[in-house]
Antibody
Framework: QVQLQESGPGLVKPSQTLSLTCTVS??????????WAWIRQHPAKGLEWIGH???????YSNPSLKSRVTISIDTSKNQFSLKLNSVTAADTAVYYC??????????WGQGTLVTVSS | QSVLTQPPSVSAAPGQRVTISCSGS????????VSWYQQLPGTAPKLLIY???KRASGIPDRFTGSKSGTSATLGITGLQTGDEADYFC???????????FGGGTKLTVL
């Protein structure tokens, strides 16, 4: 059974960089069968796709966030990571990692709340 | 403002049927498969339906999906109190080059 688990600080100061890691178990991110994605959910609001990465390192991010987003992958640890720089209160959200197969996101990690506050 | 449009809420009595709509455009729903996700309170979204109308593993046949043109619909029959959740539609938008979701619909089973 494939499982994903997000980890990282729950509190980030404004203007700093949000850093999260997703650890995958039960599947190899090197298989080449899927992309590995980040999605966030603002409080009491809808879902926003942040971006995804392929095992080869090719990454793609939401044009609305592109200049601030870096997604990387470590196949040796079966992990992929998200960095979002110059954060503001508007970046406060629950961040999820998920396995992506075209338009399908499944499964999802449990999510981690990141609050941007001084 | 979400790219895909869903009603904020729907409600129905136990045992009844409900439908949730998801409206998009030619660059997203009209050009790609649609998925549906169920988010129970305090949990992560879970895949219900993919490729417009295929049920994910373990999902009962009370849940159905359909698509016509630039709109999609999730149907739930034999409503149970355990179905109370937020439901999201999602797809890929070729114009935005981004994954897109609806704003979510809160289902209340009265």
């Amino acid at each position: 059974q494939v499982q994903l688990q997000e980890s990282g600080p729950g509190l980030v100061k404004p203007s700093q960089t949000l850093s999260l890691t997703c650890t995958v178990s039960g599947d190899s991110i090197s298989s080449g069968l899927y992309y590995w994605a980040w999605i966030r959910q603002h409080p009491a609001k809808g879902l926003e796709w942040i971006g995804h990465i392929y095992y080869s390192g090719g990454a793609y991010s939401n044009p609305s966030l592109k200049s601030r987003v870096t997604i990387s992958i470590d196949t040796s640890k079966n992990q992929f990571s998200l960095k979002l720089n110059s954060v503001t209160a508007a970046d406060t959200a629950v961040y999820y990692c998920a396995r992506r197969d075209y338009a399908i996101f499944d499964p999802w990690g449990q999510g981690t709340l990141v609050t941007v506050s001084s | 403002q979400s790219v895909l449009t869903q009603p904020p809420s729907v409600s129905a009595a136990p045992g009844q049927r409900v439908t949730i709509s998801c409206s998009g455009s030619s660059s997203n729903i009209g050009n790609s498969f649609v998925s549906w996700y169920q988010q129970l309170p305090g949990t992560a979204p879970k895949l219900l339906i993919y490729d417009n109308n295929k049920r994910a593993s373990g999902i009962p046949d009370r849940f159905t999906g359909s698509k016509s043109g630039t709109s999609a619909t999730l149907g739930i029959t034999g409503l149970q109190t355990g179905d109370e959740a937020d439901y999201f539609c999602g797809t890929w938008d070729s114009r935005l080059s981004a994954g897109v979701f609806g704003g979510g619909t809160k289902l209340t089973v009265l």
